[in-house]
């Protein structure tokens, strides 16, 4: 599986010459992504990269019907979608019974059972993994965002609730809620999630009992982190680190039936313009191009664009960290406000936040890191996702960042100056931009304000943020399912993955974003999220910049690249689905 694949070294690297590479084949394809993925256990895949991997090789009890029905199900791994119009929803929607197609194999040949799915219901639920997405299932089944205690163990008694939850009852999956949840089907619909129980036990994994979780303490590593056994259209066959390559292979046994494509080639060029030439020159059939590239990609001859023009996406957006940690902390210099560094509290100064939010050129990012592509965000739900919400109040106003940092901290941070160190992944060029849009207005305020970057390594650049090191950073946030529920949560409640690493807590907020998930009225709960943008830009924990009209880039050789299906929600958020694609020659 080596051909078609470039030098290691990017920077200086040619790509191999047709006869090196040798030719494409029609069942073949080759993607290209930026980075690489954090993990492949379904439980711990939270980053787009890695979704993207667990979501062609592991799937859902049910899916979307489309991706223009976003309200509406279909059943999967599930027979059946419960409603209380079949019974096997209950009258007070608190619990959903599913039936477990038959006839499904895992990718090692053996048949899935309702066991399993029970099994990785509950080890999504008590592995909660440090930066994973456990509480998508724990709030609404057990009304926590966690369950692992001070010594990073989960409680017997908590992981007894948790049993008590998921049952199986005459060969049907039976999931009790703790409340009426208006997203649950959604979240489920999300989550490629399906893992053979016995070929996880046999190869170390938590055995499924409450005995078994006292030998899984929080950050121990499992064998499902690199290798995989889903029920999904694709297989993992080989990773090859010398050329930075995952191969994922054809599931002759899948349960609706086998791809189109026989390989899949998932391969992992961070320089971007490498990427577009790669592209160009049919070395790659599909993959991911950033903003400033989608006009060089709409001219080039044999590549078609595929444009999802509603804004759903958050975009890039700055993260404060109220409280960085100071131990063997390098970002923060000297720790004081002295000139040399930053306190670890810098950013608990609202005048601060409020003053950087003012002196970022929004305009030049949109120009340099879009491609003048994006609609200005007001706060963490999208213009096409939520209406009515006033734009934002922040603009670039040198003046008013100048006045705000002038009173910030009883004006020692005009006094005495700062390094402010801005993390962000070294291979996102609009981050890269975005970096460089604030580091020019703040050093243009005053010489002694003194800016930073720091290009990470994906998984260097996520250890920074969970371990509170980074003072300020770039990230976005991808919906975890289609719903303004999943960026209230996600951005703005204390337990979720940002404002929990932020260390920024509102009770308002809280409030709000738990009370929006136990409506079932749609304009109820619309005007929780308009609220929520209001506190959001009050507070200015987070400087939200423009939403990107998404799409994906493809030969025009393919077929399938626009396909509408939802499985896993990948399609929402312009992640490929291989199983709609095929190639129709070869070149």
Same mark, same amino acid.
């Given at each position: 599986?080596?051909?078609?694949?470039?030098?290691?070294?990017?920077? /200086?690297?040619?790509?191999?010459?047709?006869?090196?590479?040798?030719p494409a084949r029609a069942d073949a394809f080759? #993607?290209?992504?930026?980075?690489?993925?954090?993990?492949?256990?379904?439980?711990?895949?939270?980053?787009?990269?890695?979704? /993207?991997?667990?979501?062609?090789?592991?799937?859902?009890?049910?899916? @979307?019907?489309?991706?223009?029905?976003?309200?509406?199900?279909?059943?999967?791994?599930?027979?059946?979608?419960?409603?209380?119009?079949?019974?096997?929803?209950?009258?007070?929607?608190?619990?959903?019974?599913?039936?477990?197609?038959?006839?499904?194999?895992?990718?090692?040949?053996?048949?899935?059972?309702?066991?399993?799915?029970?099994?990785?219901?509950?080890?999504?639920?008590?592995?909660?993994?440090?930066?994973?997405?456990?509480?998508?299932?724990?709030?609404?089944?057990?009304?926590?965002?966690?369950?692992?205690?001070?010594?990073?163990?989960?409680?017997?008694?908590?992981?007894?609730?948790?049993?008590?939850?998921?049952? /199986?009852?005459?060969?049907?999956?039976?999931?009790?809620? %703790?409340?009426?949840?208006?997203?649950?089907?959604?979240?489920?619909?999300?989550?490629?999630?399906?893992?053979?129980?016995?070929?996880?036990?046999?190869?170390?994994?938590?055995?499924?009992?409450?005995?078994?979780?006292?030998?899984?303490?929080?950050?121990? +590593?499992?064998?499902?982190?690199? %290798?995989?056994?889903?029920?999904?259209? @694709?297989?993992?066959?080989?990773?090859?680190?010398?050329? #930075?390559?995952?191969?994922?292979?054809? #599931?002759?046994?899948?349960?609706?039936?086998?791809?189109?494509?026989?390989?899949?080639?998932?391969?992992?060029?961070?320089?971007?313009?490498?990427?577009?030439?790669?592209?160009?020159?049919?070395?790659?059939?599909?993959?991911?191009?950033?903003?400033?590239?989608?006009?060089?990609?709409?001219?080039? +001859?044999?590549?078609?664009?595929?444009?999802?023009?509603?804004?759903? #996406?958050?975009?890039?957006? @700055?993260?404060?960290?109220?409280?960085?940690?100071?131990?063997?902390?390098?970002?923060?210099?000297?720790?004081?406000?002295?000139?040399?560094?930053?306190?670890?509290? =810098?950013?608990?100064?609202?005048?601060?936040?409020?003053?950087?939010?003012?002196?970022f050129d929004y305009e030049k990012y949109l120009?340099?890191?879009?491609?003048?592509?994006?609609?200005?965000?007001?706060?963490? @739900?999208?213009?096409?996702?939520?209406?009515?919400?006033?734009?934002?109040?922040?603009?670039?106003?040198?003046?008013?960042?100048?006045?705000?940092?002038?009173?910030?901290?009883?004006?020692?941070?005009?006094?005495?100056? =700062?390094?402010?160190?801005?993390?962000?992944?070294?291979?996102?060029?609009?981050?890269?931009?975005?970096?460089?849009?604030?580091?020019?207005?703040?050093?243009?305020?005053?010489?002694?304000?003194?800016?930073?970057?720091?290009?990470?390594? %994906?998984?260097?650049?996520?250890?920074?943020?969970?371990?509170?090191?980074?003072?300020?950073? /770039?990230?976005?946030?991808?919906?975890?399912?289609?719903?303004?529920?999943?960026?209230?949560?996600?951005?703005?409640?204390?337990?979720?993955? =940002?404002?929990?690493?932020?260390?920024?807590?509102?009770?308002?907020?809280?409030?709000?974003?738990?009370?929006?998930?136990?409506?079932?009225?749609?304009?109820?709960?619309?005007?929780?999220?308009?609220?929520?943008?209001?506190?959001?830009?009050?507070?200015?924990?987070?400087?939200?910049?423009?939403?990107?009209?998404?799409?994906?880039?493809?030969?025009?050789?393919?077929?399938?690249?626009?396909?509408?299906?939802?499985?896993?929600?990948? %399609?929402?958020?312009?992640?490929?689905?291989?199983?709609?694609?095929?190639?129709?020659?070869?070149?």
């Amino acid at each position: 599986m080596r051909t078609i694949l470039l030098s290691l070294v990017l920077s /200086i690297g040619a790509p191999l010459t047709a006869q090196e590479a040798g030719p494409a084949r029609a069942d073949a394809f080759v #993607h290209l992504t930026s980075r690489y993925w954090h993990s492949l256990d379904p439980a711990n895949a939270y980053d787009g990269v890695s979704f /993207i991997l667990t979501g062609n090789i592991y799937e859902p009890l049910v899916t @979307f019907k489309s991706l223009g029905e976003l309200d509406s199900f279909a059943p999967f791994l599930a027979s059946v979608v419960p409603s209380r119009e079949n019974g096997l929803l209950s009258e007070d929607l608190k619990t959903y019974s599913f039936p477990i197609r038959e006839g499904v194999r895992f990718h090692d040949g053996s048949a899935m059972s309702p066991e399993d799915v029970r099994y990785s219901l509950l080890r999504f639920m008590l592995m909660d993994m440090e930066g994973g997405a456990a509480a998508l299932l724990l709030r609404p089944m057990l009304g926590l965002y966690g369950v692992r205690d001070a010594k990073g163990l989960v409680p017997p008694e908590l992981a007894r609730r948790a049993f008590q939850a998921v049952e /199986i009852q005459e060969g049907r999956v039976v999931i009790h809620l %703790n409340e009426p949840d208006s997203t649950f089907l959604k979240v489920l619909a999300s989550m490629p999630l399906v893992v053979s129980k016995k070929w996880a036990v046999e190869r170390g994994d938590w055995d499924g009992t409450v005995e078994g979780l006292k030998n899984w303490p929080a950050g121990r +590593k499992s064998f499902l982190e690199e %290798n995989a056994n889903g029920t999904g259209p @694709f297989k993992v066959d080989k990773f090859e680190r010398d050329i #930075h390559a995952l191969v994922l292979a054809r #599931h002759d046994g899948y349960w609706r039936a086998p791809a189109a494509l026989k390989t899949v080639i998932f391969k992992v060029v961070p320089n971007g313009g490498l990427r577009l030439f790669m592209l160009e020159s049919g070395d790659a059939d599909g993959g991911y191009l950033e903003n400033t590239y989608r006009g060089y990609a709409k001219s080039i +001859k044999g590549l078609k664009l595929y444009e999802t023009w509603p804004y759903y #996406h958050t975009g890039d957006i @700055f993260f404060f960290n109220f409280k960085a940690e100071p131990k063997d902390n390098e970002f923060l210099g000297s720790g004081a406000l002295d000139g040399k560094g930053l306190p670890p509290d =810098f950013f608990g100064s609202r005048e601060v936040r409020q003053g950087l939010a003012y002196a970022f050129d929004y305009e030049k990012y949109l120009k340099y890191g879009l491609g003048l592509q994006g609609r200005r965000m007001a706060g963490p @739900f999208p213009p096409d996702m939520l209406a009515g919400v006033p734009e934002s109040s922040y603009r670039y106003d040198p003046e008013k960042a100048k006045a705000l940092l002038e009173k910030a901290c009883g004006g020692e941070v005009w006094r005495n100056g =700062f390094v402010l160190p801005v993390g962000y992944s070294a291979d996102n060029a609009p981050r890269q931009a975005a970096a460089e849009a604030l580091k020019a207005g703040l050093e243009k305020l005053n010489p002694k304000f003194k800016v930073h970057l720091h290009p990470m390594r %994906n998984k260097e650049f996520y250890q920074g943020v969970e371990n509170r090191k980074l003072p300020l950073y /770039i990230a976005s946030f991808y919906p975890d399912y289609p719903d303004p529920q999943s960026l209230a949560f996600g951005l703005l409640h204390s337990r979720g993955y =940002f404002p929990k690493y932020q260390g920024w807590a509102s009770a308002e907020a809280d409030a709000l974003v738990e009370k929006a998930s136990r409506l079932s009225d749609p304009i109820g709960r619309m005007a929780i999220y308009r609220k929520l943008s209001e506190l959001a830009a009050e507070s200015a924990a987070q400087i939200y910049t423009f939403s990107p009209p998404l799409f994906r880039v493809c030969r025009e050789d393919v077929a399938g690249c626009d396909g509408k299906d939802n499985v896993n929600n990948l %399609n929402f958020n312009s992640f490929p689905y291989f199983y709609s694609y095929s190639r129709t020659t070869s070149r």
